[in-house]
């Protein structure tokens, strides 16, 4: 083990992506001793071995793991870190809902792993990187109103972390009173709602499913959209802006600045190609 692992834990479980890809951008990936099943950022990390969904984990693989600190998130992990508790697992579960809330909780982890230096590094790279999108977002002619579909069945509106990277990338959020509220069934909105607020841009992010487009042009009374009538319907895969994370800070939120470039016809020195990436 070389120096810089003398200390802290040095067997870590990650029952989600984004603090697996954290570590990895730590370079501290060699303690990490078990993943999510969804696991996809980086691609090396789904050679660690897979130990939970999100409501649900294995919990002898993870036992017999040997585990000095199990990481989850958000109170939907409570009863996975309950029955680790139990049996003696050391639990750390976060519950990050805002852009600054996800950059403290890298700057947690980087801290528990005695990275610290290298944690405010990659902190102030996003943030550069977050205030070079609203820069090139501050030019636009105008600010597209934005409906983020966070599932579709029943609808439900983005939460705080996502609606405020729409707004970075240039957007204005129709449902904005909605993104505080933690649980998705406090943030359900009706098909007429959307309706009403006739959203320029529809983005929608449907967990573990592929976005159906036309699901979304056929609802009853959609056509009067204007976002629907100037087929302004776009995907971002909820990998990219669904984990609180290093990928909503950066891929997720090239992409909501490129899909609003788009739409208000910026020229194209204007906007960032999605592709791109400061990591």
Known sequence: ??????????????????????????????????????????????????VSAFTSAKIEKIRELHPDLVIGFSNLQANIAHDLIQTGVNVLVFNQRS??????????????????SAGLRLVER????????????????RRPR????EWMDPLISGIQWVEELIEIAGGQPVFPELRHRHSGKDRIVEGNAVIAANPEVIVASWCGRKVNKDQIRQREGWDSIDAVRSGHIYEVKSTYILQPGPAALTEGVRQLHAILTKVVQCEPAHGLEPEESWI
């Open 146 to 149: 934005v409906f983020f579909e």
């Open 99 to 116: 852009v600054e809330e996800i950059l403290e909780t890298i700057l947690t982890v980087a801290r528990i792993v005695c990275a610290e």
């Open 126 to 141: 996003f943030r550069a990187g977050l205030a070079e999108i609203a820069d090139s977002a501050s030019r636009f002619p």
């Open 1 to 50: 083990m070389s120096p810089k692992h003398t200390s802290g834990p040095r067997r870590i479980v990650c029952l989600t992506e984004e603090t697996t890809e954290t570590l990895y951008l730590l370079g501290e990936d060699d303690r990490i001793v078990g993943v999510s099943g969804y696991t996809c950022r980086p691609k090396e990390a789904r050679q660690k071995p897979k």
